[in-house]
């Protein structure tokens, strides 16, 4: 079995050099093999693997998703799990609140940071990749730098009351999500409550990665594109 969330760029392990074989198998070249590192080479080569299955654009940009790892996978004899290994049950979220963190951006960096370090994103991710996308304009436009912002008015306001006086699926914290990506996509060793900003962040990074492969691909992270739902 391949695990989704181990097979990004920068990481080295097994299941990196699972997914290499099984590019080169299919015919897409990493001249240096299947070493476990995931470089410029296997971003080539996925990328085209990714044109192959019919992406086009920002789709084929040779971050892993997990419809085209899957495929991969059918071809090459594994099966891909997307579910995050740090993932919590939705009755395991708690919704107090912060006490004492101050509203600005250099709080909201700081935190950012923690939650790069702590999935393993690199911490461009929260100041700027290649493209400009950043945490922080993400952070910025779903809360205004509001650690316990809560979104009470969207569609996702449904469902029971809970502790902090608002609607069970209501988006919250930071990065605004709501409890059932929380859960999903929660870190593991960062805390079950949605309103801390470590763990809002980092489940928010980890759902970036499985649904865009990368920041990069992301319009609200983008400072030189409109804001648009993530």
Known sequence: MVTLSHVRFGKHNDDVRTTQAALIAVGKEIPAGATGFFGEQTKSAYAAWQRTLGFTGSAADGFPGCSSLAELGARAGFVVDCHHPGAITKISVGFSKNSGVAVDEDTARVFAEQACDRTGAPRSWATGVSNGANLLTL?????SFKPNAVNRDDVNATG????????????????????????????SGTSDRIYDPVANIAAAINYIWRRYGDISRVQQANPDRDPAPY
């Open 139 to 143: 952070i910025r436009r779903e809360s």
């Open 160 to 187: 029971p009351v809970q502790s902090d006086g608002a609607k069970l699926n209501c988006s919250r914290g930071y990065a605004q999500v709501i409890p059932d990506t929380f859960a999903e996509n929660h870190q």
